[in-house]
């Protein structure tokens, strides 16, 4: 009953977006649509929802930002930001589009290198990639499979701007990182990473849009928004 209902929202959301279609007919959907979105991001939704848009849209050109920090998007001329983790009140409007969970990783062949499984006693002797978001804060809360709640205070040995660099840093094999979900599970599937303690459960963290359009957002970036919903949620 739940999947319906969700269903059924979406299928009223695509049936309002083509009748706006319909009703600007005579405005042919073309042009420029500027888009920026954390690193983590791009590869796994961004760009699959992008690629969705020019084939329904083939007039469109998309111009991508990816940049882990939040761009002044008024200023920079940028239609619509892809943004994590709480927002802070501004001008700008947005809504709720997905969520993800960090997950320790490491490469298979640094696994396979190190003499012991990796535990909660014995993660701090492991070299830790971190990104720069999680320098700010060393503390990092998990719940196990038993929801009994656990602290780690992880000190980088590594730290890097990007998540792109630190999933470089990963596969060659420098250490442990904690990665999102959305973007480290792809390199799981091939084989190249794996999960380190996969009974941790780190807090959700929110997935937003905003953009900063005073009346109605344009069509183009309504099709781009529900694109992306259905890339988040695969």
């Given at each position: 009953g ?18 706006d ?8 959907l ?24 020019v084939?329904?849209f ?5 111009r ?19 943004r ?5 009140d ?10 993800h969970r960090e997950?320790?990783v490491?490469s298979?062949?640094?696994?396979s290198a ?18 720069s ?5 060393l ?10 709640p ?14 792109n660099?630190?999933?470089?840093s ?5 250490g442990i990182?904690?990665l ?39 069509l ?15």
């Amino acid at each position: 009953g739940e999947q319906l209902f969700k269903r059924s929202g979406e299928l009223k959301t695509l049936l309002n977006l083509t009748i706006d279609e319909v009703s600007n007919s005579t405005q042919q959907l073309a042009g420029l649509l500027s888009i920026t979105a954390p690193q983590a991001l791009v590869q796994s939704a961004v760009l699959p929802a992008i690629e969705q848009l020019v084939k329904q849209f083939p007039n469109i050109k998309p111009r991508l930002i990816a940049d882990d920090t939040n761009q002044n998007i008024i200023k920079k001329g940028i239609d619509i930001a892809i943004r994590v983790g709480e927002q802070a009140d501004s001008e700008l409007k947005g809504a709720k589009i997905g969520t993800h969970r960090e997950i320790f990783v490491a490469s298979s062949p640094y696994l396979s290198a190190t003499k012991h499984s990796i535990t909660l006693q014995n993660i701090h002797a492991h070299p830790f990639i971190a990104t720069s978001w999680q320098t700010t804060n060393l503390t990092h809360r998990f719940l196990d499979d038993k929801n009994k709640p656990h602290e780690l205070l992880l000190q980088p040995q590594f730290e890097m701007n990007s998540a792109n660099s630190v999933m470089e840093s990963v596969l060659m094999g420098l250490g442990i990182a904690l990665l999102p979900d959305i973007y480290a599970n792809k390199y799981i599937r091939e084989g190249k990473i794996q999960r380190v303690l996969p009974n941790l459960q780190a807090k959700e963290n929110n997935i937003y849009y905003v953009h900063a359009y005073k009346g109605n957002m344009p069509l183009i970036m309504k099709w781009f928004i529900e694109f992306l919903k259905k890339q988040l949620k695969t």
